[in-house]
């Protein structure tokens, strides 16, 4: 695979997981009639959310992580990358669509997403003044 193909995996992976949270937001919706909001229905709520929050954080780690691909970075590098975003976002997904407060889903999904931003941020800190 090249590291364009790497990337392209991985930007189609989350792209599905964002998908299937939002599918679930339209399921939510069909069922309680409710157009806008969420209504008075905590399960809408943790749907609208968990697909939410994918889209806030999801889309910042595929630029980069396609920035590291176009700059030659290691076809290993981006897989471990790859591989931890789409774990962590399918983990905290299903953390906040299922389970009200605080839970291992959403705490580890959060984390390793957190240390994905990290990586990328300083790979690509260090690459722009170092060449």
Not at 48 to 57: F, P
Not at 89 to 94: E, P, T, V, Y
């Amino acid at each position: 695979m090249t590291a364009m193909q790497v990337a392209s995996l991985y930007v189609g992976l989350n792209l599905l997981i964002l998908l299937i949270l939002g599918a679930n937001v339209v399921r939510y919706r069909l069922s309680t009639k409710t157009s806008l909001g969420m209504g008075e229905n905590p399960a809408l709520e943790r749907a609208c959310r968990a697909h939410a929050n994918g889209a806030e954080w999801t889309p910042g780690v595929l630029i980069a992580l396609v920035v590291m691909a176009l700059i030659g970075a290691p076809i290993m590098a981006l897989h471990a990358i790859g591989v931890t975003l789409t774990v962590a976002r399918g983990i905290h997904g299903w953390g906040v669509a299922t389970q009200d407060g605080p839970n291992i889903g959403r705490f580890l999904g959060a984390l390793m997403t957190l240390i994905v931003y990290a990586v990328l941020a300083v790979g690509l800190v260090l690459h722009a003044v170092t060449g």
